[in-house]
């Protein structure tokens, strides 16, 4: 999509309240922009810190931050530490090599650069030679500096404690404020101010942390860029809690701060309030994408950690949900502590990357170590950094049914057998950017082996193509009229006309965009799954997208389908006879697989599907 056909399209999602506070924020910044914009990284320090570096760092809070266990080496931290300063980092799950310092402005996968100019004249919705912006994104970050200093004061290796600070110090100066493609993204911005916070905590008594006030002098940069830039109106989503934690991190952890008191109480009651908007009463998140939970968990406890620092206490309505979404996530959490792939995903991480654990559990443990709720998993090693203790011992759902009324999804869990079904809304919001257009599909899962699955996310920016068929209606498991979707994408993280999913006669109907209506129920006892479907237009399909390595063997309207250790019959009545198509699936964000789907057109205006579970 050209800049000008976006533009248009982002505009016709806004409200004339929002066109006209965005008018007026762009006009601001062009007229007489915020001081703070024109800074370097020293003169920031200097001018947000009258009290000078000693204050600064001496009356601060970021010894709350220090976990009080006595930090006895961890064999995860250490290891993952002494592979970063080898230079080797897991980006997405794939192998990259850190340069020292590093390439800040690189693709790390492709290792061509961004150009080297103010932010505001990069486009990064239309790559270039540097592919998907996300990959130099996540290097941005820096996820891998409290790894290091954690390191530091864990072992007692001050080299660790050195490349930290050095790598810090070496991306403040190559990246100030405004300049570079790190500066494109407030959500980018805000990651970056909470891990330099904890870095700068983590790095206290090593003797290295005063020469680092022009980091924190950017740091509270983009913290007040963020409170500038709230992600407002129709982009209220993930990213508005992240600009909220990062808020509340800065003027929680530096009293000295100018301007610190207005900040922290902005901040907290923006996340307490998007804790509410943004996860339903029965703990879905409402972005309708399970992987972006965790990534959601880590920004929310980080700002209520800062704010407790500072003598904030979150309020009971907020931990009432934060549990109730811990509790979903243990309905539809898979043995391998994943999740099935249910909208975007792009491996989204703040504290302690590696891949040692799923996101799921470690996050999972260190909320549930803040809520004293029963862990996820075994893992407790960001609960031991954030919250200073290991959670209650993990525990499964049970078995049976969970419904999820108000996020739209009802669970079943049986023994190894955990199917989901998808009755919920499109999105968060007048984008709904990280939703797919998945109204009434489900998946199947074995064990931790998926046989029914949903495409997930494999590209953002950088394959247009591919983000529209991981998103769209006919890579996911439900009724597809000829290869259109449900609903009408408008860009990368844009939808306009939607479909709209209502309870009907025990089970539930889409009415699609174009006006097409489809109705599904689905039961699941023991080892069968019972789907019931009617449709009301021609050029009706079922799909069902098999994993990777599924055999089938199709025989009219029945199919034997082979998948690791499990069985399965499909067998379709009124539907048929059964055909392979060529499909394609993202085991994480950045890796595409070809696989196969099944499909059948429906002969009439109803059909059942009955999938039974062998082995």
Known sequence: MSGASWKLSRLRAMSPREVLRRGSIALRDRMTPPAYLRWGPEEAFERLFPAGRGAAFEHSRLAALIPPLGLAPDAFVVSAAAAIAAGRLSLFGSAVRLDDPPRWRANPVTRSEWPDRPSAAIDYRTPGAAGDPKYAWELGRLTFLPPLALAWRMTGDRAYAERAARWLESFTYANPMGHGIHHTSGIEMAVRVITTTWTLALLAGSGVEERLAPALGLAIQQALYCRDHLSLG??????????????????????????????????????????????????????????????????????????????????????????????????????????????????????????????????????????????????????????????????????GVHRFPHGGYTVWRNGRLLGTFDHGRLGLGALAAHGHADALSITIHAGAAPLVLDPGTFAYFGDPAARTRCRGTPGHATVRFGERSQSHMLGPFMWGARARVMPLDEGFEVAWADGERHWRRVRIEAGTITIEDRVSAGEAALDFTLPPDAEASLDGGLALVRAGDVSARFECEDAGPWQRRPAECARRFGQVIATTKLTAPIAGARCRTVIRIEG
Do not use: K
């Open 234 to 399: 129709s982009s209220a989503n993930n990213h508005l809690i992240a600009e909220c934690a990062a808020m509340t991190v800065a003027g929680a952890m530096f009293p000295t701060l100018r301007g610190a008191p207005a900040m922290l109480a902005r901040g907290f009651a923006g996340l307490e309030r998007e804790t509410l908007r943004q996860i339903h009463p029965d703990g879905v998140t409402a972005e309708q994408a399970f992987g972006y939970l965790p990534f959601v968990w880590e920004l929310l406890l980080a700002g209520f950690v800062a704010a407790a620092a500072a003598g904030r206490t979150v309020a009971a309505p907020v931990r009432e949900r934060l549990a109730a979404s811990l509790e979903f996530a243990r309905a539809v959490r898979l043995p391998d502590g994943t999740t099935p792939r249910v909208g975007d995903e792009d491996d989204g991480r703040i504290f302690l990357p590696g891949e040692g654990a799923t996101r799921l559990d470690r996050v999972g443990g260190a909320l549930a170590a803040f809520l004293e709720r029963d862990a996820l998993g075994a893992d407790a090693a960001l609960a031991r950094l954030l919250i200073g203790r290991a959670p209650p011992p993990a525990c499964v759902a049970a078995d």
